[in-house]
């Protein structure tokens, strides 16, 4: 496409989307339409049942608590699917002698192969000078920045999940927490996350989180019969501990969605293994010529 048919598109494209924008901001409720149902369902049940003020939280961590739960899972399934792609190589356990047998089979056809080898020893040195040269630490302003805005944004986090009667909950607070880290990260480097990126560990912290979540919910069955149902003591109304079940969920959510986070993005940041590798242009020509010659 030409730059005045590319500008005529992005321009029609543009004024489309300006003009749903329109129309939904005008469909959009006044000060005086009826609540829908679950709104109004939210605000009779949430301070008598759940000792929240906050609808919102009861919403989401009550009336649709299963669909939170299948949220959740969604996300884990995604967080799964990138440590699958980002994971790198693994030694494989020896069995039966199957790794020497196939080391000495190697000697037998390469005998200057292996981990003597000039050639990948260059290799794995480079690799090492990438690896630690990956986020670096920044400057100053950057690194004074993040300090003083980091214990702030984790307060804010914690602050989002632990207090019932306020806006918020485990997902959201997850988001910010797993945001502290990254800023760490890109401010000081990776050695400062060291130790919340080990992946093994932070997969474990994850798991504890996915199933705590399926433990709080599904006593509610047992106990109550009913998934989610609150099972709880409620405390009164504005203390930390208000919502019985609301917070359990919603702190079982704080860490499986932090944790999660943090290996989905740090897993993406340090991926160094492509699944498409690359190849050598003279093998591609000397293809084409065998396959043209071969035509002809």
């Keep these: ?13 543009a004024l489309a989307l300006l003009a749903l924008l329109f129309v939904g901001f005008v469909g959009l409720p006044r000060d005086g339409a009826a609540l829908p149902s679950p709104a109004r369902r939210a605000l009779v049940v949430a301070l008598p049942q759940w000792h ?12 649709r608590a299963f669909d939170t739960f299948g ?14 792609l980002t994971r790198p190589r693994e030694e494989r356990k020896e069995l039966s002698g199957e ?36 986020a670096r630490p920044m400057t100053v302003v950057v690194r004074g920045g993040v300090r003083v805005a980091a214990p702030l944004l984790a307060v804010a986090g914690a602050y989002l999940c632990a207090w019932g ?32 990126a080990e992946q093994n560990r932070t997969e474990l912290v994850e798991m504890v989180g996915a199933l ?5 919910l599904g006593l509610g069955l047992v106990l109550r019969g009913s998934f989610s149902a609150n099972w709880l003591p409620l405390t009164p109304v504005g203390t930390i501990r208000s919502g019985g079940v609301l917070q359990a969920f919603s702190v079982s959510e704080l860490v499986e969605v932090s944790s999660g986070l943090v290996i989905a993005i740090l897993g993406l940041l340090q991926m160094k293994h492509d699944w498409s590798p690359d190849e050598d242009p003279r093998e591609n020509r000397g293809r084409r010529g065998s396959e043209h010659g071969a035509g002809s």
């Design 99 to 134: 790794e020497e047998a196939g080391q000495e089979e190697q000697r037998e056809i390469d005998p200057q192969g292996g981990e003597d080898h000039p050639e990948q020893e260059r290799v794995r040195r480079a690799e090492d000078r990438e690896q630690a040269g990956r």
């Design 1 to 13: 496409m030409t730059s005045r048919r590319r500008t005529v598109v992005g321009s029609v494209l």
């Design 71 to 84: 949220e959740t899972f969604l996300l884990l399934a995604a967080i799964d699917s990138v440590t699958v």
């Design 212 to 216: 705590a979540v399926v433990v709080v």
């Design 165 to 196: 009667y306020s806006p918020g909950g485990g997902f959201p607070a997850g988001v910010v927490l797993a945001g502290v880290v990254l800023y760490v990260y890109a401010a000081f480097g990776y050695q400062r996350v060291r130790r919340f």
């Design 52 to 63: 929240t003020t906050e609808p919102v939280n009861e919403v989401v961590y009550g009336t």
